[in-house]
């Protein structure tokens, strides 16, 4: 069943914002005041915490994608259902209405100015996963006019559905191509498909830009992002800034690559070689 916005509103309690208290759903749409030991929580989840304190922020949420272990293509099939589906995210025939919040493409595209003619064949036919990479500085956010992206404490670069004008700033500014615009109601698609719902989860409208979202929601409760759960192997998060996380001892173990550096815009999601 397809939830409209009133009924998400009312399902997630921000009725409680007047005084029941929700702070996951809150969390959700507004402009985050989230405090970073709710995140530091999510070293039970194998994240790990608690090392020497680093310079910046206590925390910011990263992924790094073990692109080797995308040899097994199901494991990428396994990924962008898993994210498709916590979403509600539509599929439509043609590539120009394609709402994509985790997507499959071929290194040269993937990294477009490291053209390497010399590049193993392994690594140039690995299926690469693009998305958002809640940049720790978002071209997105600073041209956004009516602030409906946002960059939280905890580093995702987060979106409010509600508030988005439609104007596409957003997409013309970011560099990855990480976000996608509802041409026509999503809901279409959606109900052709026969598709099962998240009912946790809003259905978008048209007129709406949208992209991953780090699945705030489902770390609001405690969960892990959907990908993350569906293939731990592929998909590793944590807190960059926590130098014991289990993303910093990947990072430091293996060969990563992140896209467009030299942009300046500082990803957040890095992919394993
Ligand atoms: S973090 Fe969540 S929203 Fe982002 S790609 Fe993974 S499942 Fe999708």
Sequence with gaps: MSMDRREFLKAAGLSAVAGLGAKGAFDLFMPGDVDASEHEGHSEHGEGHG???????????????????????SKVDKIRAACDNAHNIPHWDSKDDEIKWIWEDEYEHVFPDSHNEYLADEVRELPFLLMCNHCDDPPCARVCPVEATFKRPDGIVAQDYHRCIGCRFCMAACPYGSRSFNWFDPRIPLKAEGRKLNPRFPTRMRGVVEKCNFCVERLAEGKKPACVEACPDVMIYGNLADPNSKIRKVLRERVSLRRKLELGTKPSVFYLV
């Design 51 to 73: 090392g020497m304190a680093e310079a910046g922020p206590k925390v910011r949420l990263a992924m790094a994608i073990d692109v080797l272990q995308l040899k097994d293509h």
